[in-house]
Structures are given as C-alpha cells and as structure tokens.
C-alpha cells in the first residue's frame, strides 16, 4: 500500500506541475491526474481484498480448529473400538 500512496503522490506533483506551459505538460498532467485516480480505485479494491481475506482466515483456522478436533475424536474412539 505504501508503494500505491508514494506513486499518487509523485503523480499528484506532477498534476500540478506549476510554472510549465506546453501542449506536452498540459498532457502529462492530464495523464497523471487519469493514473492517480486509478491507483486510489487500485488502493480501495487492494483494502477491500485484504480485509476479506482476513476474515476468510479467521474462519478457516476456527473451521480446521474444529477439524482437527474431529479428527481427534474419531482417532480415540476407533482406537477404543479396536481395544474392546
């Protein structure tokens, strides 16, 4: 994430590019400014992936936590099983 906030801002500065003036800056700053407001729908959707999957790993280790204990159960009782 701080990758995609350094290149915004760089790309801000050169949006604002102040004491230029050509045809070529006018389109750089057009192009940084179409960049930059990429990068912040890039960042929003990165955010939203990191919060789902965060959840989705909760989930799973308290799913394979109880997984596991399962397992556990029916390891003991076929032992029982095959011990009576």
């Known amino acids: 994430m701080t990758s995609i906030k350094n290149a ?3 790309l801000g500065e050169i949006e604002t590019m ?11 700053s057009a ?4 960049v930059r407001e990429s990068l912040v729908d ?4 990165y955010e939203a992936a990191s ?14 936590g109880t997984a596991d204990g399962a397992l ?3 390891v003991e009782h076929d032992k029982s099983y095959h011990a009576a």
């Open 51 to 64: 919060t789902a999957l965060g959840l989705y790993a909760a989930e799973l280790r308290a799913a394979q």
């Open 72 to 74: 556990a159960d029916a």
């Open 42 to 45: 890039v960042k929003e959707r």
């Open 8 to 10: 915004s801002s760089s």
């Open 31 to 34: 192009r940084a400014k179409e």
């Open 18 to 28: 102040d004491g230029f003036e050509s045809n070529a800056v006018r389109e750089l």
